[in-house]
């Protein structure tokens, strides 16, 4: 699983992409350590955003970070082997990165939130470029909706909230030896969850999983990195300011 974690960068490869241009684009996947039910590992979230990284990576010219693999995942709390951080703590560990980059030359960070929990992501986001620095999220929900249809997926974003339909299909593309038997009949709908952050995961999953699983392929996990790597095209102009304002 290590070769699918960390980028085998050298300094030359950095300088070759033209470290300290205004074109320069680091990209950190930040994922999570947390349950997903019992035939995906714990790892899910940042293989997901560590898939989607690799992706972007192999159309763009940009700088792939190594992950942050624990985030905020007090949600899932109630799952033997779940491990969190603090809000502040994730918050702290990308602007810090954001920081260290810029020193060496690199203005422009996107972050690829491969967990939803992340929530403080955005506020990170959104601080960096009330200060004026150059700094995205990705993938935004709207790039999901595209991926999701692009690939023929039939949960919803609602439905498939978690080990569901998406993250079975991008593992069995680009990890299917971490994928277990089980997920064919782990399906479990729950649209309605309204008291997610006061009650946790546990209350409204035995298994936890919230969606279909039993419809993802292989196929549709490439379909859907695939569809990701277009959308990227805008973040990537906005960046490097190859583009105005959407």
């Known amino acids: 699983?290590?070769?699918?974690?960390?980028?085998?960068?050298?300094?030359?490869?950095?300088?070759?992409?033209?470290?300290?241009?205004?074109?320069?684009?680091?990209?950190?996947?930040?994922?999570?350590?947390?349950?997903?039910?019992?035939?995906?590992p714990l790892a899910t979230d940042t293989l997901v955003a560590c898939a989607v990284a690799r992706e972007i990576a192999a159309a763009y010219p940009v700088h792939p970070l190594p992950p942050v693999t624990i985030g905020c995942s007090h949600e899932h709390a109630d799952w033997p082997g779940t491990v969190s951080v603090s809000a502040p703590t994730l918050y702290a560990v990308v602007r810090d990165v954001a920081d260290s980059l810029r020193r060496s030359g690199v203005a422009a960070l996107v972050v690829v939130g491969g967990h939803g929990g992340n929530y403080v992501l955005g506020n990170v986001v959104q601080e960096a470029t009330a200060r004026g620095e150059r700094m995205a999220l990705f993938p935004a929900p709207e790039d999901w909706e595209a991926a999701r249809q692009r690939a023929g997926l039939a949960t919803s974003l609602l439905t498939d909230m978690h080990a569901g339909e998406i993250e079975t299909s991008v593992l069995l593309h680009a990890h299917p030896d971490q994928v277990r038997p089980g997920y064919e009949a782990a399906d479990h709908v729950a649209d309605d969850r309204r008291h997610l952050l006061s009650l946790g995961m546990a209350a409204y999953t035995d298994s936890g999983v919230?969606?279909?699983?039993?419809?993802?392929?292989?196929?549709?996990?490439?379909?859907?990195?695939?569809?990701?790597?277009?959308?990227?095209?805008?973040?990537?102009?906005?960046l490097t300011?190859?583009?105005?304002?959407?």
């Open 1 to 40: 699983m290590d070769g699918a974690l960390l980028p085998s960068d050298t300094t030359e490869d950095v300088r070759r992409r033209g470290a300290g241009t205004a074109r320069q684009v680091a990209v950190l996947p930040v994922g999570s350590f947390e349950q997903h039910g019992p035939y995906l």
């Open 210 to 238: 919230i969606g279909r699983p039993s419809l993802g392929t292989a196929e549709k996990g490439a379909a859907l990195l695939a569809s990701l790597a277009e959308s990227f095209a805008g973040y990537f102009a906005l």
């Open 241 to 246: 300011g190859e583009a105005g304002r959407p």
